[in-house]
């Protein structure tokens, strides 16, 4: 049982990217897909994710060729986020925005690249490809994840460009 399905009486019966709410609609939580190459970074990821407090489905690929399939999937509806984690000169990484802005069912899904502490060098070049925003992450585990954490808050909540258009046709289903 994943920990959103815990707290505010939602069924445990739900699918994964689903929750059921007190009115029986079937709710579809926002996805949040994270490119991430290094498997020992995975619970330093979701544990910013559940900081940020925010119920959604969080979806881990590997590599950025995983990432690619896993989006170029119709079956499966575009994410609300894409975090791609760029750690250093590996112009695989930065080749996912060329892909993702010229796939007409990824074009205007949020991505944020968060790149490791001495990244800014990158900077230019992420925006050069298409990314919404930058964050240079913090070498301390805490200072990563409360940027973590603001980063799901942000895109989620405030920007909210994952509500709209075609997606939200399938936001909530009576």
């Known amino acids: 049982m994943d920990p959103w399905t815990r707290k505010g009486g939602l069924s445990k019966e739900a699918p994964a990217g689903y929750c059921i709410g007190r009115n029986m609609k079937i709710l ?29 489905h969080v979806t881990v690929r590997r590599s950025v060729a995983n990432a690619l399939s896993h989006l170029e999937d119709t079956r499966v509806p575009s994410p609300a986020l894409i975090v791609l984690h760029h750690e250093g000169p590996k112009p695989n990484d930065l080749e996912i925005l060329f892909h993702l802005r010229h796939n007409e069912r990824t074009r205007l899904v949020p991505v944020v690249v968060l790149l490791g502490p001495n990244g800014e060098q990158d900077l230019t070049e992420c925006y050069r490809f298409g990314a919404n925003s930058c964050v240079i992450s913090s070498p301390r585990r805490k200072g990563f994840i409360d940027r973590l954490s603001g980063i799901v808050r942000y895109w989620l909540t405030v920007d909210r460009s994952w509500d709209h258009g075609p997606r939200a046709l399938t936001h909530c289903v009576p």
């Open 28 to 56: 579809v939580l926002p996805e949040i897909l994270i490119v991430e190459e290094g498997p020992h970074e995975e619970t330093t990821w979701l544990e910013g994710i559940l900081s940020s407090k925010i119920r959604c």
